[in-house]
């Protein structure tokens, strides 16, 4: 299994290579769906600025991240497979956690710890505050991790960093939803190139320029994209 090196380059895009030594790269979503990074910035981004400055978080991590959990569809969901539907993946960020979403644990009269109580599934949907508990959940992990925004990707994904489980290994050696460190990488770094501060940047890291020896890109198709999916009918633009 191939393994990856990272670091934040001093351009501000994230670049990865091969252990032990191999070559540089940025990853790019796929040309295909570089429209639906635009979309939610077009119809998330100054929500997203605004909140993401309140916490302190660099603007286009709650972008990259709202794109691979919904596509920017605000009515998102996603089943997480167990008996209580108060576990599915909700809204722009697919709040899971029951914690995130209010709930208390209490023991039951048949000895268990039960979730009760929390917020409506109307009320986590709704934009403002789905985008406020991902950033300050964010916030949180930038706390423990630093401004590593794989390992913040892989933590807002998993719940911590810690080494994938069996079967589930993966290039940055740590537990995910397949596909979802690339992915948020890569629209980060679509992001920074076409809505970052830099305008030298967004000359030299546009797409068409993939032959460029100073950004060698690479697209990354397997995995990467929306996990809930976005409301692709609310935008024909990105359908």
Do not use: C
Request: proline residues 9%.
């Amino acid at each position: 299994m191939i393994r990856y090196g990272w670091r934040k380059r001093e351009d501000g895009f994230w670049v990865v290579w091969d252990l032990p030594d191999g070559p540089e790269r940025v990853m790019m979503v796929p040309v295909e769906m570089q429209k639906g990074v635009d979309y939610v910035e077009r119809t998330w981004g100054d929500l997203d600025r605004r909140i993401g400055a309140e916490f302190g978080l660099p603007d286009g991590w709650l972008q990259a991240h709202e794109w691979r959990e919904s596509g920017g569809n605000a009515k998102a969901r996603n089943p997480e497979g167990t008996p209580d539907p108060g576990n599915d993946g909700l809204g722009l960020f697919q709040i899971t956690y029951p914690g995130l979403k209010g709930r208390v644990q209490v023991v039951g009269e048949d000895g268990k710890k039960h979730w009760v109580g929390g917020l409506t599934d109307e009320q986590i949907e709704e934009p403002e505050r789905n985008t406020r508990i991902a950033a300050r959940y964010m916030a949180g992990l930038v706390k423990v991790y630093g401004e590593d925004f794989p390992k913040i990707s892989a933590a807002f994904n998993a719940g911590s960093v810690h080494p994938p489980l069996p079967g589930s290994d993966n290039p940055w050696n740590m537990h995910q939803t397949s596909g979802h460190v690339t992915s948020e990488v890569s629209a980060y770094n679509y992001w920074l190139s076409k809505y970052g501060p830099a305008p030298e940047l967004q000359n030299g890291v546009m797409i068409s320029h993939e032959s460029s020896t100073a950004f060698p890109i690479i697209y990354e198709p397997e995995d990467v994209g929306p996990h809930a999916g976005p409301l692709r009918e609310t935008d024909p633009e990105i359908a």
